[in-house]
């Protein structure tokens, strides 16, 4: 059992992070700090939640593991901002969808203490935010990548990897870079199409949209999620979201030649790649709940 | 009540108008004719098919409305089969998702009869397929698009949207170009895009795709469907499917340079109108069952 948890900033991620710890008794107590004071109060009043601080400098006192759950450009700033406070041998960690900058700041604010940083992204987003929608289940079957530098101690990964794994999640390691350019082809790029895409229909006929169907829908919905939290998400991963739009523009241009040229054997092989790709996607979180993080 | 419909090629669509028709006794006789000799066996064991005929041509006699219910490809070419053994008045049309090409060559197919084309696209097809997974609810609350030439006789077009109308369809009735042009920007457009990103996906480490969540499962779906069938529409559809791409491209390749240049009010911008338009897309459809056509 941990002695202490601090999250930082719990909205649905970390709201349900305190719920899941509370349920599997993981953690012996869990104090949260909120900007907002209403939220503080509301999580005051709930039983997984043994202490709401006032600033998240008193937040970490006493913490084992610090939880960082504010959007993406929040936490290299919030981990500045409790440096000084954190315990000797505390480990932070954060739920960012993007890795590459927070873990390479981070370690480096970290370095003139006794505390260690280690970036996490634990897979369990939903369209619904928010603590009134936390769910003790939320993290249960789902992905987590923990992406730690070289020179990050082997004991502090260790104990983050079991962090996660203990709530239930299939948890993997590897660096950084490597997680980002993941996310900017299987997330982020499909985010972006989504928004490109329903920006353009957009610029049409009001009425068009009346004559689609569920495949349009499907196709846009994640176009709903919140354009300041997308922006902030494109903001840390640019370079690798460029990259992967580079690949799908190749593919794009090369079937817009195909369909020119009246070439149908490459259409075909294309649609024929895409329904192989599509087919092999395991359903594992196709529980009609949530969704990827952010 | 119609005297007979005849439903030539019943899979999916054809098998569910067909229970349709009887369940809202809409028709005294149903007659169908399949390609092949179990699915007219298997069609004359239910109890919303009165003849199963062993031709297109013997299928056609008496019928008041013909349906085709073929591939796209295959419509036009089933009606110039069928042509010399209409009777007189009688009305075909069809169940394709592309309209232009096919209204045009089958009107001109039928001039030298006493027999009218009209075109129809029903937007209510499945990512299930056959007569197995028909259903006689299938139609309802659902688009059609009816899309007569200038020169179609008029009691014929009222008589097709009357026969969509009454299996409580919502029926809009338009010309075939416009149809096209519309369904390439709302559905072929968003199927080009989940096959693409698909494809291109597929080109990646096999391992990625377990880091992905429901987002990128949602904007590829569409991409699981046949790619016989869609290389088809593809065809049929060909230019519209092109200037769609075309305005696709422009609006991608303007967030591209805005990402490259760091342009994030451009890129919060797109954000914000793609997720206007996609709140604003009716979920008029969004039963959890069918999808559009094909």
Redesign the interface.
């Known amino acids: 059992m941990i002695s202490q948890v601090t999250i930082i900033a719990p909205g649905l991620l970390g709201a349900s992070l305190g719920k899941a710890l509370h349920a599997n008794q993981l953690a012996e107590r869990i104090t949260i700090w909120a900007r907002r004071a209403e939220t503080r109060l509301d999580a005051a009043d709930q039983d997984w939640c043994h202490n709401a601080a006032e600033t998240p400098e008193c937040a970490v006192a006493g913490a084992r593991i610090v939880v960082i759950c504010t959007p993406v450009e929040a936490i290299a700033p919030m981990v500045a901002r409790i440096a000084a406070h954190l315990p000797d041998d505390a480990i932070v960690t954060d739920v960012g969808s993007t890795k590459s900058l927070i873990a390479r700041v981070c370690t480096q604010t970290l370095q003139a203490t006794a505390a260690t940083f280690v970036g996490s992204h634990p897979?369990a987003?939903s369209e619904k935010t928010g603590m009134r929608n936390a769910d003790a289940d939320l993290f249960r079957g789902?992905?987590c990548?923990v992406t730690p530098l070289p020179e990050t101690s082997e004991p502090a990964v260790r104990a983050v990897v079991a962090f996660w794994r203990n709530l239930g999640m299939?948890v993997?390691s590897l660096n950084p870079e490597k997680h980002d350019e993941?996310?900017a082809?299987?997330?982020h790029?499909?985010?972006?199409?989504?928004?490109?895409?329903?920006?353009?229909?957009?610029?049409?006929d009001a009425s068009?949209?009346?004559?689609?169907?569920?495949?349009?829908?499907?196709?846009?919905?994640?176009?709903?999620?919140?354009?300041?939290l997308?922006?902030s998400i494109?903001?840390q991963n640019?370079e690798e979201?460029?990259r992967a739009?580079d690949?799908?523009?190749?593919?794009?241009q090369s079937?817009?030649s195909a369909?020119?040229n009246?070439d149908?054997f490459t259409?075909?092989n294309?649609?024929?790649?895409?329904?192989?790709?599509?087919?092999?996607?395991?359903?594992?979180?196709?529980d009609g709940g949530?969704?990827?993080?952010p």
Chains 1, 2 share one sequence.
């Open positions: 897979m987003g789902k992905p990548l299939e993997a993941i996310v082809h299987v997330s790029l499909p985010h972006v199409l989504a928004s490109v895409l329903s920006a353009q229909l957009g610029t049409r068009w949209r009346h004559f689609s169907g569920n495949g349009l829908a499907d196709t846009t919905r994640i176009a709903a999620g919140s354009p300041a997308w922006k494109l903001e640019r979201v460029l739009l690949g799908f523009d190749t593919e794009l079937l817009r369909l020119a009246e149908w259409v075909l294309l649609l024929e790649r895409g329904k192989a790709f599509r087919d092999k996607l395991t359903p594992v979180r196709r949530p969704e990827h993080t």
